[in-house]
């Protein structure tokens, strides 16, 4: 089976084969077929050998193996293409980058892992001709979208051809996980695949990780008003590996970079279209209703906002409550508008949680000193998302932290000063039916006082279904206007309870531009 190439890569490898062998080994990753039919020849299912260093690779099968391998393509992508190489290169630079700070896992093997999503959509070209009419669409989407819309036209995804193409260790492992994370109805599962920490597993699991985080990054760069993939690029960034706003931040710019410097090296910079925006500025997020009583629920939350309250934000899953959070810091007449955004996720172990939030002492049992969330929101807004699952140990905590005006860095016994923060809880549940349960302290509750607010279900009002829908037409420039017009639409709108909120009724209408794509 031949797989396509990108035939500014291909050119390049030929010249350089002959001019500067040398320098194979650097090159040779950024063609992702290339780079995964080099590791496929090296790493034989019938093999004992396991290398995923690219110099390595060059060296273990030879030049002249290699030469064979580039010259006996014949299969190329073209200009109209790029944006598909831009995806894959973006990724795996990122996934180079984050890897940097870890020891267990190989920055050649980081990079592979980030371009598996782009090798799975060249898979799925190769598979499916009409394929190639809508990536450009997909690759603007997180993997679970793009796995839920290809099993509804394809039959299969693009993780799936993954693991019937991939079929070498490591790599093989990383793509089973990927398929727990990514089942084929959509709904991502990160927790049901998280191995044992310090096991075997635990660097292929961080490599699946990778793959989905550096996705968000790549599309961050590549579509940075088409979607909110930079807030979940920072997000996940910090729920996945603990990398602070600041430091990922500098990744991507530092990925961008690398890019840039790699697309010179390739003669292709000036056929790439790169967005001119400002990436990095958190622009200002507005939350809207069409329903009248909604609206006058947001109109009050607002007021309290501008007094500076702290508030406690729930409702269902896909409901906009990450939205709503921004919309808020970002207001203008929030008085903290001007000062540091922090995020944290409560849903880790208690002894993270409270590294994470407190600080760690420098040196302690032989760990890098770090601030915590709490110094640096200091002035600023903390949002602490799953605010519901916090650990019923941490929350006693850090009851006794707010209580007492001061609190103690891991391993420390001088006490830090409790800086002025404003809190934005998060949660799925109203948290007071929970502190009536006896399931969660109601002195903290009580001392963080916050405002309550939950977010309406699509289903409970029905006036945002449409202007939501024209949104997402416009925001993904999805050209369906035709359609959302048409009477069984309308009747879909109007009906469908939309369990899942906004990620149904945002698939459905990605589900309707794709079918226009296709149709012949």
Known sequence: MSFPVFRHTISKLREVLVEDSDKISFLIKYDPIIAYLIFQEVNKPCSKTEIT?????????????????????????????????????????????????????????????????CLGLLFMMNDFPKYRNIIHFLVKLPLE?????????????HIDTLKRNIICPPFKEVVNILNRMFPKDGQKEIKTSVPQ????????????????????????????????????????????????????????????????SIAQEFNILEEIQLSTEK???????????????????????FEENAKDRNIFIYGERAIGKRLLAAALYTADDNPRRENPFVMIFCDIEEETLEEEFFGIKEGYFGKKGKKGVLK??????????????????????FQKAIQNGKFYRVGDIT?????????????KEDIRIKVAKGEFSGNLLKLLNPVFFRILPLRERREDVFYIAEEIVKKYNLNIEDKLAQPEIIEKLKTDPFPNNLRDLKRFLFLLYIQKILKP
């Not at 894959?88 to 990122?94: D, F, H, K, M, R």
Request: some cysteine; charged content about 25%; overall charge negative.
């Open 279 to 301: 990436v990095y500025q958190l622009r200002k997020f507005r939350f809207e209703t069409k329903n009248p009583v909604f609206a006058n629920m947001l109109k009050n939350l």
């Open 145 to 157: 979208d793009r796995v839920f819309l290809e099993e509804s036209v394809f039959g299969t995804n």
């Open 376 to 397: 640096h929101a200091e002035g600023g807004t903390l949002v602490i998302k799953e605010f519901d699952a916090m650990p019923g140990d941490f929350q006693d905590k």
């Open 53 to 117: 260093n690219f110099s390595q690779m060059v060296n273990y099968i030879g030049t002249k193996k290699i030469e064979q391998i580039i010259i006996e393509r014949d299969l190329f992508l073209e200009v109209e293409d790029l944006h598909i190489w831009v995806y894959g290169i973006l990724s795996a630079e990122i996934c180079s980058l984050i890897a940097e700070r870890f020891s267990h896992i190989h920055r050649d093997e980081a990079f592979f892992a980030g371009l598996l999503p």
């Open 415 to 427: 006490p830090v000063e409790f800086p002025n923060i404003k809190f934005i809880l998060v949660g």
């Open 197 to 260: 920490r310090g096991s075997t597993l635990q660097s292929f699991y961080d490599m699946a990780l990778l793959s989905d985080l550096a996705s968000y990054g790549a599309q961050a760069l590549m579509f940075p008003s088409v979607v909110d993939n930079r807030e979940l690029f920072l997000e996940l960034a910090k729920r996945y590996f603990r990398v602070k706003e600041s430091d990922s931040l500098e990744i991507l710019q530092n990925a961008m970079d690398r890019f840039i």
